[in-house]
């Protein structure tokens, strides 16, 4: 069969499926993309017809910029890897243009970027994997927060919560990164699977898990029309000061209030942990050393508190070593070697080592990537409530 | 002050920005879009410092690819408007190439296309505005599907749910359309604000809204490494028959025993609706039809089933008005006047209300958009389990 007649032929098929289902209007050639191969090999495909260059971004699986091929139809494609099994994101590079994969629902979320998420299942099933165990759920939960504004929170529960009305859990608070939303511990960092798949182990404790938004100044500025974060220029002002402190008061005065109400927790420091990533990590250790006694377990990924402001703002913590190791049943930290905040948080935890401060320190290669958070997740969540 | 220190203190208060709240690397100029003005004008921006040319996509609200103009940065921006308020879907294009906005967290889940959302707020609240009233929560599912596959369901909850442990709800089965995922009545139709709207003014029943994904067999595919809906080219092999009844065997068998077990729910006709949109709105009709009594409640929103389909599979159904208006509490139908699916819709309407089969019809202006879904939501709600 000619070139010309298999074109005709697909859109025919393609016109044909649609009248059938009742689908929008055709939107061109079917591409189907990413596809993995058992041998851990990608094939990523883009449609486009009048590119002059498409390229794979996506430089975390060791594969930035590699050119794409385009086909007789108008389809690029490229098949790159072996890669090593994890769900890594990427994006397409046309005509310099860096675009998400239009063939691909899974993304991202990011106040910043766009970008597809592939995931490469292992030989065996990798932590994060959706297996045939009992299956905890994912609840978008809304809540009065400070300011007047109404807050999102992104909720896990485990499985069977809802079976046992008597059953009350810990709660593990997990804060994201700059630029994450409330949504990417569950949509890159797939933290229910890796819950789920840990309680059927008997690995971790059943446990909620709260995921609130990082970044409430920007929410409050959207809500009431007041200016955004960005917008104020002078750091020491007192609205500067004031925002600088809305993460906190938030959690403190609003989240957790809300989820003790909505949820059956137990509402004690021994039955609470704080957690997060990179920015999440910084307001994991503020809002836990600010607060002694609220949080038991204390969790940061890829973050750190420089020397200094441990010295000015948390004396009492550093130079107290027995009060505080009495206080905190874990304080974590971990970093991976390739990680640009590896040098701080290395001062850091050496900082507290020699303060006679318990830190239980993980280190691993990689840098300040949602693959490493996975890491951490998989390091940590054993240690939480035991 | 000159432009290239106005450039250069930029980026220095971005790189102290983000040293001191520990973002990612720097990723460029702040780039804020969309901005929405009160006088409904809204200005879109997007930085690409080397193309040529860069249009706003989106013609749903009447602005199809208008030229946007380049700042001295390299920031691509332009105002339209007013606007009618409603939420849209919106792209760029650049060079030619159909991008999201890298700016903005809303955006469109779909199989096939990616594009970005703008709310535009009414001068009083829409229907689907966050308001400050109780509200219900969405949860994300994962059940046992058909073909040994795991499927996600969205489910919303109505305020105070988690409250009253003796209260018992009906249930709406809400279906999105063709490249859709399960997700779009949450993210893109706003159902669960609109919900709570609705329910804070008295003007519907609460109820559970079960949000599953229409397209069972990709997801089975995907699981299980068989081959996809579109690798099926022979359409009446008994493999694309089996496939073709994959969604309703999922929903009858699999996700409303899920339901009915893990909710407080009536567990009868006369407590269970069934609606969809566009390919979910024949699947709705075809549901219902092939079960009657199992939802007493049908919804149809832009779809149809053809005269011929009804003659010769729902002969009972249409030759027996009598019993068919006894056993339905209502058979809605709503369409817009510029749907590509107008004319079907108008001919199934047509054919019922000459067979003397009770019909609530609806017509609007406008196309097959999910502006014009929330219509059909607005008209149908109210109707449910009344």
Chains 1, 2 share one sequence.
Request: charged fraction near 25%.
């Amino acid at each position: 069969m000619k070139k010309e007649t298999q074109k005709l032929l697909l859109w025919v098929a393609l016109l044909l499926g649609i009248f059938q289902t009742m689908a929008q209007p055709p939107r061109g050639p079917f591409v189907r993309s990413p596809q993995v191969h058992d041998d851990h090999t990608v094939t990523f495909s883009y449609l486009a017809t009048d590119a002059k260059e498409v390229l794979l971004g996506g430089s975390q699986f060791g594969a930035a910029n590699v050119p794409m091929v385009k086909d007789s139809i108008g389809i690029w494609s490229v098949t790159v890897g072996p890669i090593k099994p994890d769900i890594y994101p990427y994006s397409f590079k046309v005509d310099g243009i860096t675009v998400m994969d239009p063939a691909n629902v899974d993304f991202f979320p990011n106040e910043r970027f766009k970008a597809s998420l592939v995931d490469i299942p292992g030989d065996k099933p990798l932590m994060h994997a959706l297996k045939n165990v009992p299956h905890g759920t994912i609840t978008y939960e809304y809540y009065p927060s400070i300011e007047g504004s109404t807050g999102q929170l992104v909720v896990y529960t485990p499985p069977g919560y809802d079976k046992d009305p008597s059953k009350k859990y810990p709660v593990y608070y997990l804060i994201s990164g700059t630029t994450d939303t409330e949504e990417d511990f569950f949509k890159v960092g797939k933290v229910n699977f890796i819950m789920d798949n840990m309680i059927a182990e008997g690995k971790a404790k059943p446990m909620i898990i709260v995921m609130p938004y990082g970044n409430p100044a920007a929410r409050i500025a959207e809500q009431t029309g007041g200016p955004k974060p960005e917008d104020i220029r002078n750091r020491d002002s007192e609205e500067a000061i004031k925002r600088l402190g809305y993460f906190e008061t938030d959690l403190i005065t609003k989240v957790i209030p809300y989820i003790e109400k909505s949820y059956r927790v137990i509402p004690n420091g021994e039955n609470r942990a704080i957690g997060g990533f990179s920015r999440g990590g910084g307001q994991t250790l503020r809002a836990a050393f600010n607060n002694m006694g609220t949080f038991d377990y204390v969790c940061s990924y890829a973050s750190y508190i420089s020397p200094a402001e441990l010295e000015s703002k948390f004396t009492d913590l550093i130079n107290n070593p027995e009060k505080t190791n009495g206080q905190l049943k874990l304080l974590w930290s971990g970093i991976g070697t390739e990680d640009f905040l590896y040098k701080g948080t290395t001062e850091f935890n050496e900082f507290l080592i020699d303060h006679k401060i318990e830190l239980k320190t993980y280190e691993t290669d990689d840098g300040h990537t949602w693959m490493n958070v996975k890491k951490y997740l998989n390091q940590t969540l054993p240690l939480l409530f035991q």
